[in-house]
């Protein structure tokens, strides 16, 4: 159940109207690295986590809920730094007060400025012609080249170790495009704004990075553990000079005390393994472990989520929910 509160998370302010900006900041309005991308991103994970891990699910929709208000925080900024446009557009019918009206606001080029002044004006705010003829002043759905957002952006694959690991990388990205934005605008107070924001990104980082590490074991991602002679093996597949380092010698980051296979000739090595079905000095199924790790993490994650999902009847919450368990769960 949600509830909506009148006042922001943080107090959006601007020092005058800048539509220009208003366009660029649309990139976190509706693209693919913005506040709605994540919003929705981790309430759509949320919901298989809802039972067999009650405490990730709570954590996924808070943070789902706080970008919501950052949305909100974001379009109120838009729409500030449109300032009086909606109504200058709606005085289309008595042009010399839209031009001194447009003048005022900066959309001077654009009302008087003729083909040329309306080219120059989309060109510098970076924008497509439909952000203010058709919006008529209001922040549109889309990214800030007019691109409509799509469900496409977002990320859910149903296992935590794949999705907390998403969600790192969507918090990076959103947190420098707000880095980038903060270039574009000498408005102090649309910084403290974008600041705040960028900040929660960090925030939402170490949240999920947390998170991440109660899963035990979380690497690599999902249950099977793969085979250790390509697993571990770097294969060097450029000319001339290169380099080394901890991602292709010595022990690698795997619990088994392995080592990284450095193929320095890779085509003179598939050719001579027949094309790797016959690598020499490692066998041609996983070691044992490997394959008692798979079958464990296997029935683990199986008994975790059956043990929680009932065959019959079901019910999500309680009334009131005192904890964070489904009424279900706590009751078998």
């Known amino acids: 159940m949600f509830h909506h509160v009148k006042e922001l998370q943080f107090n959006a302010r601007v020092t005058q109207p800048d539509p220009k900006f208003a366009a660029l900041l649309l990139e976190q309005f ?3 690295n913005g506040e709605l991308k994540a919003a929705m991103q981790y309430f759509i994970q949320a919901f298989s986590a809802r039972q067999p891990y009650p405490d990730k699910y709570d954590l996924l929709m808070n943070i789902a809920v706080e970008e919501f208000s950052h ?12 300032g009086p446009i909606n109504g200058e557009l709606k005085d289309a019918a008595r042009t010399k007060q839209l031009e001194k009206a447009a003048s005022e606001s900066g959309l001077a080029k654009l009302v008087t400025g003729g083909r040329a002044g309306k080219e120059e004006f989309i060109h510098d705010a970076l ?7 058709v919006s008529q002043g209001g922040p549109t759905l889309t990214n800030s080249a007019g691109v409509p957002w799509t469900g496409a952006y977002v990320n859910a694959n149903g296992d935590l170790t794949v999705d907390l690991r998403s969600d790192i990388g969507a918090e990076a990205r959103a947190k420098i495009v707000y880095e980038s934005l903060m270039q574009f605008t000498d408005d102090p107070l649309v910084k403290e704004s974008l600041g705040f924001l960028m900040t929660r ?9 947390a998170a991440l590490e109660t899963i035990v074991p979380n690497f690599p991602p999902g249950i099977l553990q793969g085979d250790p002679q390509f697993a571990h093996a770097f294969f060097n597949l450029s000319d001339s000079v290169s380099a080394r380092g901890p991602w292709n010698q010595g022990k690698g980051p795997w619990q088994d005390g392995g ?14 393994t027949n094309g790797l079905t016959n690598v020499p000095g490692e066998a041609k199924r996983p070691p044992k472990n490997v394959e008692d790790t798979d079958k464990r993490l296997s029935e683990q994650r199986s ?16 009334y009131p929910q005192r904890t964070l368990e489904s009424p279900i769960k706590k009751a078998s």
């Open 127 to 133: 924008t497509n012609p439909q952000f203010l003829v």
């Open 30 to 32: 509706g693209g693919g």
């Open 201 to 209: 990104e960090i925030a939402h980082m170490q949240m999920f990075a």
């Open 303 to 318: 008994q975790e989520v059956s043990r929680a999902v009932p065959q019959g009847e079901n019910q999500w919450s309680a």
């Open 259 to 272: 080592e990284w296979t450095y193929v320095d000739n890779p085509i003179d090595y598939v050719r001579r």
């Open 71 to 82: 949305l909100e925080i974001v379009g109120a900024t838009i729409q500030m730094l449109l």
